[in-house]
């Protein structure tokens, strides 16, 4: 009973291929999150999304999209991979001010 | 956008009291203060929030200055298992969702 679920874990993929990375909450929250951790530990945030509203960080490829199928899941499309993809992918979704993440998805581009 | 500011890292012996502080100093009227920590493999876990003034839980407590420009985690007595990246985060994401800033993160090493 994982509150907040990503799959797939690992991801290995070539450049310029399109992959998709699944999150589901079961937590009933109306708004979730997808970042972007770096192998500096910097986590941005790329996307905010809830039933009204998608909130796009500026610096975010129009490569990456997310697509929310109903509100319990945020999966993650990016197209054209690229090197510079290569990062560790949290999704995450809020209560009040406290965020909920998932385990995470550790995307290599080769 | 609040900027947050933390030390890249920190190290501390067992048994110890362990202060770690966040500047920010564009932090908004709404703002709220998160902490959050991180262990290797895993996603950010919620640690502490506060507004204002002081809060603890039984993990730790959170220390605000009436000007809120600057916050600081406190973890009593840390164990080895505390050795972890801490996080603070400055945002009022009920308002402006997607705008709250993550800082850099402080790794913190707890040595035996």
């Known amino acids: 009973d994982t509150a907040v679920s990503q799959t797939p874990k690992y991801l290995v993929t070539q450049m310029g291929n399109d992959k998709s990375i699944k999150c589901e909450q079961n937590l009933g929250h109306d708004t979730m999150y997808w970042y972007k951790q770096d192998s500096k530990k910097f986590l941005k945030i790329m996307f905010s999304?809830?039933?009204?509203?998608?909130?796009i960080n500026e610096t975010v490829p129009n490569r990456f999209s997310p697509k929310s199928p109903d509100k319990a899941h945020l999966n993650l499309h990016i197209n054209s991979l690229e090197l510079g993809d290569s990062a560790v992918y949290f999704c995450?979704?809020?209560?009040?001010?406290?965020?909920?993440f998932g385990p995470g998805t550790r995307l290599l581009v080769l | 956008l609040a900027k947050t500011t933390q030390p890249i890292s920190m190290d501390s012996y067992e048994g110890q009291e362990v202060n770690i502080t966040c500047s920010h100093n564009n932090i908004a009227t709404n703002d709220y203060i998160t902490w959050y920590q991180q262990f290797p493999s895993q996603g950010p876990r919620f640690i502490i929030q506060?507004?204002?003034t002081k809060v603890t839980n039984e993990v730790a407590s959170l220390f605000i200055p009436a000007d809120r420009k600057s916050s600081t985690l406190s973890l009593p007595r840390v164990s080895l298992s505390d050795t972890a990246v801490y996080y603070c985060l400055v945002g009022d994401e009920g308002t402006n969702a997607g705008k709250s800033t993550f800082g850099d993160g402080t790794t913190l090493t707890v040595k035996p």
């Open positions: 999304y809830n039933n009204k509203e998608l909130i």
């Open positions: 506060g507004y204002k």
């Open positions: 995450a979704s809020r209560q009040g001010e406290t965020q909920y």
